[in-house]
């Protein structure tokens, strides 16, 4: 129940990339109820607080997580981000533990972020059970479901 109402609002999770447009291949219409978050890479870590805010305020009943095939996030490590900003900013040491959400397999980085879902203390039961995973592939516009 989020403050007194009931919704069954889905929020998806997708990468930033102008080449992925989720309304269009997830066939949505406003009555859906889905909410998109994008971010580079479409990882779940850097959304948790909007799981957290959204759960309290709409109520969700799951989180989809879509990665895309020529993903950026799979062109970089997380160690050469850390290291352009370090020689930037040497004195914050917190540069060392920040994320980036750079991956090596696609298929792989969609189960790394179920997992998150499942093992987040922040992420309730509830939602984390309802989750689901797939892949966009960019060239044929095809999503593939991923265990």
Same mark, same amino acid.
Do not use: W
């Given at each position: 129940?989020? =403050?007194?109402?009931?919704?069954?609002? !889905? =929020?998806?999770?997708?990468?930033?990339?102008?080449?992925?447009?989720?309304? %269009? @291949? /997830? %066939?949505?219409?406003?009555? *859906? %109820? @889905?909410?998109?978050?994008?971010?580079?890479?479409?990882?779940?870590? +850097?959304? =948790?607080?909007?799981?957290?805010?959204?759960?309290?305020?709409?109520? =969700?009943?799951?989180?989809?997580?879509?990665?895309?095939?020529?993903? $950026?996030?799979?062109? @970089?490590?997380?160690?050469?981000?850390?290291?352009?900003?370090?020689?930037?900013? +040497? *004195? &914050?040491?917190?540069?060392? &533990?920040?994320? @980036? $959400?750079?991956? *090596?397999?696609?298929?792989?980085?969609?189960?790394?972020?179920?997992?998150?879902?499942? !093992?987040?203390?922040?992420?309730?039961?509830?939602?984390? *059970? %309802?989750? /689901?995973?797939?892949?966009?592939?960019?060239?044929?516009?095809?999503?593939?479901?991923?265990?």
């Amino acid at each position: 129940m989020a =403050l007194g109402r009931v919704f069954e609002t !889905t =929020l998806v999770i997708t990468c930033v990339d102008f080449r992925l447009n989720p309304d %269009q @291949f /997830l %066939q949505t219409k406003p009555e *859906d %109820q @889905f909410l998109i978050s994008r971010n580079p890479a479409g990882r779940v870590g +850097p959304a =948790l607080q909007e799981i957290m805010l959204f759960d309290v305020f709409l109520g =969700l009943k799951r989180v989809i997580v879509i990665h895309h095939t020529d993903c $950026g996030g799979s062109q @970089f490590k997380d160690a050469d981000i850390r290291e352009a900003h370090k020689s930037r900013l +040497p *004195d &914050h040491s917190e540069i060392d &533990h920040m994320v @980036f $959400g750079a991956f *090596d397999e696609v298929e792989q980085s969609v189960r790394d972020d179920l997992h998150l879902l499942k !093992t987040s203390p922040y992420v309730p039961k509830r939602i984390s *059970d %309802q989750s /689901l995973g797939f892949v966009y592939d960019i060239k044929t516009g095809l999503l593939t479901p991923v265990e």
